[in-house]
């Protein structure tokens, strides 16, 4: 690990500015091999000089370098931030330059692995620079944050510190054993403390909740019989034409998608081929994937024409959205009432696509299902991630299998058994213990320079 690695840092493109990073021990000397400008083996850490970028003897660029010496730097290895003109051509050109002066191109991610594997921050913070970058939303920048920060960190070393609290009460029981009364007291208070322990997981599960609500969004599809106005309401929806919408039944052949906000959750909208059996090869695939997407959804908007009686294709569709978290929409009530829905728990929404009549309390309606508006405003010390999530979930089992233990009087060394396993897999959130494979993995999803 002990090479030098660098990439652009900046998205690659027509920019005033460009950053190039570099890390690793031997920072200084390549850099110092391709820069004109002040001694960077004598200048003080965390300062910014002005200078010039050569290859050999022509001029590449007129840019500032920052240093930042180890350790106090993000990968607490030396790290040179070279700020160039922008553009593809002299940007290409100085990391090229790097490269063939002994430095590595970085995979994606490296900087933060690099900082994760040198103790600077760990996974949950490391996960969280990651989300900060691809945050949408406030909310999810502020959840992005507040992870990026240690605050949710800070929660599980929390619960880690209570686990081991419980655990050292038993060793000592083990270490005296002599003290004949000691066991029942500490049975007593392992059980209090398990349960106490428990609820506060339980307590964050149920927020995570609304962690991966913000993070991920909710995926909507829209779905219905052609015609029936489902590439209407999407741009209704998104506020622009991005759906063709005719009077021809089937005119959407594969999928539409577009992203909304409300109340800062991102909607991802997908619009699907009319529902109906068809002869036509390209439509039927359309209509299979639609009833696909109804399977993946985290809700589902189905369109129902109120000019038309309830067809059997729709009858058929309404039981497929029994299941699913589902939003009935009645479009077209501009035009007179034909349509007879049959009795559901299901909400309905009246509405008219073309008169632009209903869209705010379609919104309201979703919001409504998913409680949108309680989420809390400041508080973001939510666990996001499929992850930690499950881990977090193994651990309460865990703890759960504790409290079996007691109830069925096992010896108490085998009752710690379980409970250093749940402050084993708290650990694994924050990556006090990790494979190389979860690594490659998570930080393979982070984009390059990063
Ligand atoms: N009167 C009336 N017409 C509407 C309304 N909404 C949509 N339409 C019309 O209905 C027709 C079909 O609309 P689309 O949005 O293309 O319907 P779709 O469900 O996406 O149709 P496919 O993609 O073919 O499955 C168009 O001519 C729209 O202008 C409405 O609320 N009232
Ligand atoms: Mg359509």
């Given at each position: 690990m002990n090479d030098t690695i660098a990439a652009i840092s900046t998205a690659l493109g027509v920019g005033a500015i460009s950053i190039i990073r570099v890390s690793g021990e031997d920072s200084i000397a390549i850099v110092s091999k391709i820069w004109k400008g002040k001694d960077l083996t004598k200048v003080p850490s965390h300062t910014i000089h002005y200078g010039f970028i050569y290859d050999q003897e022509e001029l590449i660029d007129e840019v500032l370098l920052s240093i930042m010496k180890a350790p106090k730097t993000f990968t607490k290895e030396d790290i040179i931030e070279i700020n160039s003109h922008g553009g593809i051509a002299t940007t290409n050109r100085i990391l090229e330059l790097l490269l063939t002066n002994g430095c590595r191109l970085a995979e994606p991610g490296e900087f933060t692995k690099r900082a994760f594997l040198n103790g600077r921050i760990d996974l949950i913070e490391a996960e969280g620079v990651m989300d900060l970058i691809s945050s949408k939303t406030d909310k999810s920048r502020s959840l992005a944050l507040s992870q990026m920060t240690g605050e949710v960190s800070n929660m599980i070393h929390q619960l880690r510190t209570k686990i081991a609290d419980v655990i050292s009460n038993i060793e000592v029981n083990i270490d005296y054993?002599?003290?004949?009364?000691i066991e029942v007291v500490t049975i007593e208070q392992v059980k209090e403390n398990v349960t106490y322990i428990e609820k506060e997981i339980q307590r964050i599960l149920a927020r995570s909740e609304t962690g991966s609500l913000i993070k991920e969004g909710i995926k909507t599809v829209i779905v219905g019989?052609?015609?029936?106005g489902k590439s209407s309401i999407l741009n209704r929806l998104l506020e622009e034409e991005k759906a063709i919408v005719t009077?021809?039944?089937?005119?959407?052949?594969d999928v539409v998608e577009g992203d909304i906000a409300i109340d800062g959750i991102l909607l991802h909208m997908i619009d699907t081929a009319g529902i109906r059996e068809t002869q036509d090869k390209v439509e039927s695939i359309g209509v299979k994937k639609s009833l696909e997407w109804i399977q993946k959804a985290d809700l589902v908007l189905c369109v129902f024409n109120n000019n038309e009686i309830l067809s059997e294709e729709e009858e058929e569709l309404l039981k497929q959205i029994e299941k699913k978290t589902s939003i009935i929409i009645v479009n077209k009530?501009?035009?007179?009432c034909q349509l007879q829905l049959p009795k559901t728990d299901i909400p309905v929404i009246r509405m008219s696509a073309l008169e632009n009549d209903g869209i705010e309390e379609l919104r309201a309606e979703i919001k409504k299902i998913f409680h949108l508006?309680?989420?809390?405003?400041?508080?973001?010390t939510y666990l996001s991630s499929a992850r930690s999530i499950s881990l977090l979930k193994q651990s309460l089992q865990a703890l759960q299998a504790v409290k079996e233990g007691i109830a069925q009087s096992l010896p108490i060394d085998m009752i710690e058994i379980d409970l250093k396993n749940a402050w084993n897999l708290l650990g694994e959130i924050i990556g006090e213990t990790y494979t190389e494979e979860l690594l490659d993995e998570m930080f393979s999803r982070f984009c390059l320079g990063k």
């Open positions: 054993p002599e003290y004949e009364d019989k052609p015609n029936v009077d021809i039944a089937g005119t959407t052949r009530k501009d035009l007179p508006e309680q989420i809390e405003q400041t508080d973001y």
